[in-house]
């Protein structure tokens, strides 16, 4: 199976051990589906960017929530159709600390023939500690139609 012909859950694993960022983060897939994936990434105390709460570093968290974003889109896509980031916004509602791992679920809004649009919730020990929007640019290989189709959105309009 090529690259261009991955099921999100080969994305998944892709993702998790080929990416050399995510290797070393140590971020792992819970779940993907067609506009979906949920992440983990078990909490270390270098990711701590606070020294005196101790609270993480929002560079962790913004980088949970972009690869999940990520994932969203790329289980989304047709064969022959990649992504990457040009668009992410993260709002910090509570501080992330040394507890529990972080899970970012992300959610596919809306493909259009572009862009995708995806929402990101990231929480630790069940509470939400930022959310996040993120725009990912589709590229194309020759010979991918470029028009996207009505079934294709995914929870939007």
Not at 66 to 75: H, P
Not at 93 to 105: C, F, M, N, Q, S
Not at 107 to 116: A, F, I, P, T, W
């Amino acid at each position: 199976m090529g690259p261009m012909s991955l099921g999100p859950a080969d994305l998944l694993k892709v993702m998790e051990e080929r990416v050399p960022f995510n290797r070393l983060l140590g971020i792992k897939g819970e779940a993907a589906e067609p506009g979906r994936a949920v992440l983990v990434l078990p909490v270390r105390p270098d990711f701590v960017g606070d020294f005196r709460r101790p609270a993480l570093h929002g560079g962790v968290l913004s980088s949970v929530i972009d690869t999940a974003g990520g994932m969203a889109a790329w289980s989304a896509l047709a064969p022959g159709e990649t992504v990457s980031t040009v668009d992410l916004r993260v709002d910090y509602l509570e501080p992330a600390g040394l507890a529990g791992p972080l899970r970012a679920e992300a959610v596919l809004v809306r493909k259009g023939n572009r862009v995708c649009h995806v929402r990101i919730r990231l929480t630790q020990d069940g509470k939400l500690v930022a959310e996040g929007t993120g725009v990912y640019n589709i590229h194309r290989t020759k010979g991918v139609a470029k028009k996207a189709k009505k079934r294709d959105r995914v929870g939007g309009r």
